[in-house]
T-cell receptor, first 113, second 114 residues
Framework: KAGVTQTPRYLIKTRGQQVTLSCSPI?????VSWYQQTPGQGLQFLFE???????NKGNFPGRFSGRQFSNSRSEMNVSTLELGDSALYLC????????????FGAGTRLSVL | KQEVTQIPAALSVPEGENLVLNCSFT??????LQWFRQDPGKGLTSLLL?????REQTSGRLNASLDKSSGRSTLYIAASQPGDSATYLC?????????????FGQGTTLQVKP
């Protein structure tokens, strides 16, 4: 069974640009969550999508947005990039059963110059 | 505010030693707690999940315990090996849901020396 797949693995952008990251969950998983990891702040929750609806949102500005498609694949978009957006972006999928184990992808490393 | 804290931030031990990593959380109303391992520049690998109704979980050389009343969890690693070198993260699903929102500790970076 394939794991959580994130593309691309690496991205380099300049300030002011926008970027779209993609996450394909484990087959059968309908919940996808996104996290930002930085050396200073650690891992912080961005948002969660379940059945194409945003169910939870973390404390991030509106420049960070996402969506989920009918096949459960999810995209995250960051507009008007800032230097501080440089981070490892991780997505996790879960079956949303009673145990709700989160399975993480390898991440997308975003560098903003 | 719901927070998760891990102590120590870094740990170096000789191969073969048994060790304990600590995790504390501010709110005893948790849904479950998950321990992860992260290798440099990589994603997270799930090690163990403990439901709020459980006291401990074991997988191979790993044993995780949960004490909700004191707001603590420990990850015990037996007979450590150089391959165990990584950052270990504790993450909590606080109650209010069966949600995808995990609150993470800052992690403990473990180095096991041959």
């Amino acid at each position: 069974k394939a794991g959580v797949t994130q593309t691309p693995r690496y991205l380099i952008k300049t300030r002011g640009q926008q970027v779209t990251l993609s996450c394909s969950p484990i087959s059968g998983h309908r919940s996808v969550s996104w996290y930002q990891q930085t050396p200073g702040q650690g891992l912080q929750f961005l948002f969660e999508y379940f059945s194409e609806t945003q169910r939870n949102k973390g404390n991030f500005p509106g420049r960070f947005s996402g969506r989920q498609f009918s096949n459960s694949r999810s995209e995250m978009n960051v507009s008007t990039l800032e230097l501080g957006d440089s981070a490892l972006y991780l997505c996790a999928s879960s079956y949303r059963d009673g145990r709700n184990i989160q399975y993480f992808g390898a991440g997308t490393r975003l560098s903003v110059l | 505010k719901q927070e998760v804290t891990q102590i120590p931030a870094a740990l170096s031990v000789p191969e073969g030693e048994n060790l304990v990593l600590n995790c504390s959380f501010t709110d005893s109303a948790i849904y479950n707690l998950q321990w992860f391992r992260q290798d440099p520049g990589k994603g997270l690998t799930s090690l163990l999940l403990i439901q709020s109704s459980q006291r401990e979980q074991t997988s191979g050389r790993l044993n995780a315990s949960l004490d909700k009343s004191s707001g603590r969890s420990t990850l015990y690693i037996a007979a450590s090996q150089p391959g165990d070198s990584a950052t270990y993260l504790c993450a909590v699903h606080f109650s209010g849901g069966n949600t995808g929102k995990l609150i993470f500790g800052q992690g403990t970076t473990l180095q096991v020396k041959p």
